[in-house]
Each structure stands twice: as structure tokens, then as C-alpha cells.
């Protein structure tokens, strides 16, 4: 029997368990289209008490994120924890070092330690991969590396953020001032904790800086994009 491929999941938020559920919803059709079983292992998340809407029985749980990196029955280390410094940049670079693969949608880690990042995963001859982490269900990653690798790009635009194509849909359709949406973003929960992410340009500048290091082959640089940080940038 073919071995399964067995995930360790950092991150418990809506995109973790969005990713636990699809694994365990999707388990027949995805051992067909990869020729193994695809499994969780062992996950980690801040709280594990904390009521996500789905049963973690059967994951081993791990509190440290590095300890879940390094884990023996841990093929993939999937890292949805978020943040460029701290728990995420380390138990990643944890991952590589201990021979595993690492897929992330961690745009803000990538945007300034994707280099780096890409660099030790070469050497350790694993691999990094975040379609994800740039226009979450929209497979731009791959079509600009992989269906648009023989043209030559002359630039990336369009609306990189969810949160203010919300509010520039709603301001055009319904003619409701900006500050009437943002409240209405907040209430249907599609800001980031810290909203400036979102509308700062800060969440687009991430994604910018990543789309653009592969159109042109060069390193991801976040502090070059133009506008990032910027407040209120997503209504300008």
C-alpha cells in the first residue's frame, strides 16, 4: 500500500481549519488525483481548547509550532499561522532544516524572508509552495510561473486586496461612503485584526512584492513597493 502523505498543520484559524475540513471532505478524490492518501498528523494553534467548529480528535497537538515542524510523522509542515517574525518564520526554516516540504499562505513571511526561505529549501533539496498566499483560490502563482513561463511580463495590476474589492464594489454598486463599508467589512468579519493589513495597502504590497518577484526574477522585496503602509491606500 502507498504511504500517505501526512500534513502537520500550524494554525488553527479560519484558513487552517478551512484546510483540515477540505482534507478530511475531499480525502477519496484527493488520493485519486495524488496516488496516496493525503493525512493529518499532528497540528498546532495559541489555544487547544478553543472551539473551531470541527473535531481535532486524532491529531496529535502540538503547543510549540517549531516542535510540530520537527516532527518524525510530519511529511508537509503547512504554515497558516501568519506574521513575518516570530513562531512562523522559525518553524519554518525549522521545517526545511528537518527535511520536510512547507506549504504556506503566509504572504507577509515571504514577501521579506522569501529569498532566504527559497535559498535554504534549494540547499536542503525541499521545496516552498504558496499558491495561496497571493489571491487564495485563484492559481496565479502557477499560471506565472508554470502557463506563462515563455512570455515576457510588462507589469501586475489589479485589485490585490478581498477586503477593498469589497468596499470598491459596494461603493460603486450602492454609492455608500467608504467609511459606512468599512464598518460593514467589519460586521460580515472580512477584516484583518489589525484592519490597516487590509486597507493600508500593507496585505497588497505583500502580495505585490510576490507577484512581482516571479514576472521579473527578482527577489521578493516588500520595502520597494510603492504605497505599502500607506493609510486608507485601498480608497485612494
Same mark, same amino acid.
Given at each position: %500500500?502507498? !504511504?500517505?502523505?501526512? =500534513?502537520?498543520?500550524? &494554525?488553527?484559524?479560519?484558513?487552517?481549519?478551512?484546510?483540515?475540513?477540505?482534507?478530511?471532505?475531499? $480525502?477519496? %478524490?484527493?488520493?485519486?488525483?495524488?496516488?496516496?492518501?493525503?493525512?493529518?498528523?499532528?497540528?498546532? $494553534?495559541? *489555544?487547544?481548547?478553543?472551539?473551531? &467548529?470541527? #473535531?481535532?480528535?486524532?491529531?496529535?497537538?502540538?503547543?510549540?509550532?517549531?516542535?510540530? $515542524?520537527?516532527?518524525?510523522?510530519?511529511?508537509?509542515?503547512?504554515?497558516?499561522?501568519?506574521?513575518?517574525?516570530?513562531?512562523?518564520?522559525?518553524?519554518? +526554516?525549522?521545517?526545511?532544516?528537518?527535511? !520536510?516540504?512547507?506549504?504556506?499562505?503566509?504572504?507577509?513571511?515571504?514577501?521579506?524572508?522569501?529569498?532566504?526561505?527559497?535559498?535554504?529549501?534549494? $540547499?536542503?533539496?525541499?521545496?516552498?509552495?504558496? +499558491?495561496?498566499?497571493?489571491?487564495?483560490?485563484?492559481?496565479?502563482?502557477?499560471?506565472?510561473?508554470?502557463?506563462?513561463? &515563455?512570455?515576457?511580463?510588462?507589469?501586475?495590476?489589479?485589485?490585490?486586496? &478581498?477586503?477593498?474589492?469589497?468596499?470598491?464594489?459596494? %461603493? +460603486?454598486?450602492?454609492?455608500?461612503?467608504?467609511?459606512?463599508?468599512?464598518?460593514?467589512?467589519?460586521?460580515?468579519?472580512?477584516?484583518?485584526?489589525?484592519?490597516?493589513?487590509?486597507?493600508?495597502?500593507?496585505?497588497?504590497?505583500?502580495?505585490?512584492?510576490? =507577484? #512581482? #518577484?516571479?514576472?521579473?526574477?527578482?527577489?521578493?522585496?516588500?520595502? *520597494?513597493?510603492?504605497?505599502?503602509?500607506?493609510?486608507?491606500?485601498?480608497?485612494?
Amino acid at each position: %500500500m502507498t !504511504k500517505p502523505l501526512r =500534513l502537520g498543520i500550524a &494554525g488553527l484559524g479560519t484558513v487552517g481549519v478551512g484546510v483540515v475540513k477540505i482534507v478530511r471532505r475531499q $480525502a477519496e %478524490m484527493l488520493e485519486m488525483r495524488t496516488g496516496r492518501p493525503v493525512v493529518i498528523t499532528a497540528v498546532s $494553534a495559541r *489555544d487547544a481548547n478553543k472551539d473551531r &467548529g470541527v #473535531s481535532l480528535t486524532g491529531y496529535a497537538w502540538e503547543s510549540d509550532p517549531v516542535a510540530l $515542524a520537527k516532527r518524525d510523522d510530519v511529511d508537509v509542515f503547512v504554515e497558516l499561522m501568519g506574521g513575518h517574525e516570530g513562531p512562523a518564520k522559525e518553524a519554518t +526554516e525549522a521545517a526545511l532544516a528537518s527535511g !520536510k516540504d512547507v506549504v504556506t499562505a503566509n504572504k507577509a513571511l515571504l514577501a521579506i524572508h522569501g529569498q532566504a526561505l527559497a535559498e535554504q529549501a534549494e $540547499a536542503a533539496g525541499q521545496v516552498i509552495r504558496f +499558491e495561496a498566499a497571493v489571491a487564495g483560490g485563484i492559481p496565479v502563482v502557477k499560471a506565472l510561473t508554470e502557463g506563462l513561463a &515563455g512570455n515576457q511580463i510588462s507589469r501586475i495590476m489589479g485589485v490585490m486586496n &478581498g477586503t477593498c474589492n469589497y468596499i470598491l464594489t459596494r %461603493m +460603486e454598486a450602492t454609492g455608500d461612503g467608504y467609511n459606512t463599508l468599512f464598518e460593514e467589512c467589519g460586521r460580515l468579519g472580512y477584516l484583518e485584526a489589525d484592519p490597516n493589513l487590509d486597507v493600508g495597502g500593507i496585505d497588497a504590497g505583500h502580495k505585490l512584492a510576490l =507577484l #512581482s #518577484s516571479i514576472a521579473f526574477g527578482s527577489k521578493p522585496a516588500f520595502d *520597494d513597493v510603492g504605497a505599502a503602509g500607506h493609510p486608507a491606500y485601498c480608497h485612494r
